[in-house]
């Protein structure tokens, strides 16, 4: 799988919006892009996934650059729950459904 | 309520006794996968699984078993286990292997500590 470059960790106050950037200059054309995240002592939970189109869900929403060679996770109101290491992803269509996690990024939200 | 689950959550062991981690999904998904997650290493892929009695190595298969009798359960073996298997384990599943798509889920962990 491609690789991806994301920040060692962001901060960010309660409430407020919180951009995580995520860089894949490497990336194929039938690469899907998928965010997971990490809350402490838990297992890693999905949170968006997108091809070319930005993307909206309950949880976030993903904005895909044009050339996509970058995207970025938006959590449009960080709560204390958000607070977790967030992984970019690329996944490309084959036989094992292996998902290669980078470093992430530790996000920290401020009361 | 759709879930994976593991067991047990914390094990305490030493060298070379035989132990087996229990994974199972209530969610029908035909692609399960063992993962370690390791300080500095992230985490890697030991062994996958396509279907019922399809399984394959992943990144860091040496030291471990897996099978896949049933649809639902997917336990990791351990025939022998070493200090360097110390580790925090994880269970993973999804609907299809060969989707890009489709999002994995994850259980909530074993905390393996070998002695």
């Known amino acids: 799988d491609a690789k991806t470059t994301q920040p060692n960790s962001m901060e960010s106050n309660e409430e407020e919006p919180v951009h995580l950037p995520c860089n894949h200059s490497t990336i194929s054309g039938t690469d899907y892009i998928h965010w997971y995240r990490q809350l402490p002592s838990q297992g890693p939970e999905y949170v968006i996934h997108?091809?070319?189109s930005n993307v909206n869900n309950r949880m976030a929403s993903l904005a895909i650059a044009e050339d996509r060679k970058s995207s970025t996770l938006i959590l449009h109101r960080a709560t204390l729950r958000d607070a977790a290491v967030y992984y970019c992803i690329l996944r490309r269509g084959g036989s094992n459904y292996k998902l290669t996690f980078g470093k992430g990024t530790l996000l920290t939200v401020n009361p | 309520e759709a879930q994976v689950t593991q067991n047990p959550r914390y094990l305490i062991t030493v060298t070379g006794k035989k132990l087996t981690v229990t994974c199972s999904q209530n969610?029908?998904?035909?692609?399960m996968s063992w993962y370690r997650q390791d300080p500095g290493l992230g985490l890697r892929q030991i062994y996958y699984s396509m279907n019922v009695e399809v399984t394959d190595k992943g990144d860091v298969p040496e030291g471990y078993k897996v099978s896949r009798k049933e649809k639902r359960n997917f336990p990791l073996i351990l025939e022998s286990p070493s200090p360097n298997q110390t580790s925090l384990y994880f269970c993973?599943?999804?609907?299809?292997?060969?989707?890009?798509?489709?999002?994995?889920?994850f259980g909530p962990g074993t905390r393996l500590t070998v002695l």
């Open positions: 969610m029908n998904h035909e692609y």
């Open positions: 993973a599943s999804s609907l299809e292997a060969s989707s890009s798509y489709n999002e994995q889920f």
């Open positions: 997108g091809l070319t």
